[in-house]
Nanobody
Framework: VQLQASGGGLAQAGGSLRLSCAAS????????MGWFRQAPGKAREFVGC????????YFADSVKGRFTISRDGARNTRYLQMNSLKPEDTAVYYC???????????????WGEGTQVTVSS
């Protein structure tokens, strides 16, 4: 499975961005796609995840109510919609794919290249 994340960029506080993650190869329908982020000088942290087939989602408290994950159009693409952005959301965002519905990065086997999100105040 190969993952390609895109859609990062610059936004103002209170604004929105949508990231996409396209999976190629043979994503297992029972697996989970997760989103993580890493700010400069900080550890990678969990953002949210979605079961590939059931569309169940789970989010970190820091983004709950502001971020959603969805599927739209292409079956092998998932989107991270980020609303009400805050400067502290600034980070490199990664999508990942793994067997567990989990917030632990160690549970994810495949990782895409990151995409930069910068939120200005």
């Amino acid at each position: 499975v190969q993952l390609q994340a895109s859609g990062g960029g610059l936004a103002q506080a209170g604004g929105s961005l949508r990231l996409s993650c396209a999976a190629s190869g043979r994503p297992f329908s029972s697996w989970t796609m997760g989103w993580f982020r890493q700010a400069p000088g900080k550890a990678r942290e969990f953002v949210g995840c979605i079961r590939w087939s059931s569309m169940s989602t789970y989010f970190a408290d820091s983004v709950k109510g502001r971020f959603t994950i969805s599927r739209d159009g292409a079956r092998n693409t998932r989107y991270l919609q980020m609303n009400s952005l805050k400067p502290e959301d600034t980070a490199v965002y990664y999508c990942a794919f793994g067997a567990s519905f989990s917030s632990w990065s160690q549970d994810y086997t495949y990782w895409g290249e990151g995409t930069q999100v910068t939120v200005s105040s």
